[in-house]
């Protein structure tokens, strides 16, 4: 019996990959432009951990983590969490009061495997620690916009606001009275939520519950006079970096840690619309996992999955696989022996160099050289080792010339071929 990959798991292939690693050099290039340093987390991680950052009463610390019981620790189910643990665990703050960090690897969620979505998913997180400026928040909302168009991927940007812990309560209690009024006609997590975690009810995916909560009072209404401050500088900044958006009076975030600004970019280039990243502000969840107390934060993260078939699917990106600068041939034990050694020195000078170690046909490696795109070949038998010398011939024009078998030798005169 085959041993197939799990359920919800997927190996990313050559032809594939390829993609992927043009999404992240696109965006590393961006995230230092914009002054962001990568940290790079363990995949391990306490389950205190997310039950303190994300909240007990979540989906995703209820339903979908990867727990192990008896060590008490978890496979990380986002990276916000574990980034903060380790800025307060190394005093990244005391090093650099504001902190710029990004971070990409994979994530894990026990949940229904759909289009984009796995339980072993990939994302981009960056974010920004010490500063509770809304121009911040701002340019983070620009970056993403800015990636996601050097990537030629359409998308638009939703953002809300969730208050703070002074405006949030009085708004808590209005949207409890009104799902109260309507209970009956919701969901069984709708209900559930309802006296959790209200704020998720307006979440809801099912068009039923959507439409019941349709006319709920909107938080922007209830916003205290700081938060109204903040988000209207958000909106102001957004303007003034020409990057269009939408309020969304019903967008919250399923993680405890959120507060006022929050976002998502959105594409409808997937079926229904579907948010390939999304973030938000969260100025008190650094002291509560035990840091500095006052450090602001602001972060979002971006799906890989979702991005890449995206790309894939309006192929909105050419993969050039280069070939070889250079196959070798090696024909007969002699040919075979001296090419091992020559490849080997010139793969030692920076050279991309190619051969076949099976003793195949001059024909068949030909086809081998034409196949891979190799810029030269080079063929080495019995004849060219007596020699040591060699004709080196250009694929694309067919010239040939005579070449020392020296890897210095052969060094230069592709440099001038190329």
Known sequence: MKIKALKGFKDILPGEVEVWQKVETTARNIFSRFDFSEIRLPVLEKTELFARSIGEDTDIVEKEMYTFVDKQITMRPEATASLLRAYIEHGLKVKKPVQRLFTIGPMFRHERPQKGRLRQFHQMDVEVLG???????????????????????????????????????AYRRALLDFIESRKDGLCDDCRRRSSTNPLRVLD?????CRELVDQAPSILEALCPDCKTHFSTVQDGLKQLGVQYRLNKFMVRGLDYYCRTTFE??????????????????????????GPKNTPGIGFAMGLERIVLLLLQEKKVTIERNGPDLF???????????????????RSRKIYVAMDHEG?????????????????VLIIGDDEVDRSRGNLKEMESGQQQEVKLEAASLVEVMNLNM
């Open 131 to 169: 500063s509770e400026s809304p121009l911040v928040d701002a340019e983070l909302m620009a970056m993403g916009a800015m990636l996601f168009k050097e990537l030629g991927i359409s998308v638009s940007l939703e953002m809300n606001s969730l208050g703070c812990p002074l405006c949030r309560p």
């Open 204 to 208: 809801c995916k099912k068009t039923a």
């Open 265 to 290: 970019f959105i594409t409808k280039d997937l079926g229904a619309q579907a948010a390939v990243a999304a973030g938000g502000r969260y100025d008190g969840l650094v002291e509560k996992l035990g």
């Open 328 to 346: 070798v041939i090696g024909l007969g034990d002699k040919g075979l022996e001296l090419s091992y050694g020559l490849v080997h020195d010139l």
């Open 360 to 376: 195949k046909s001059l024909k068949s490696q030909m086809k081998q050289a034409n196949k891979a795109g190799a810029v030269h």
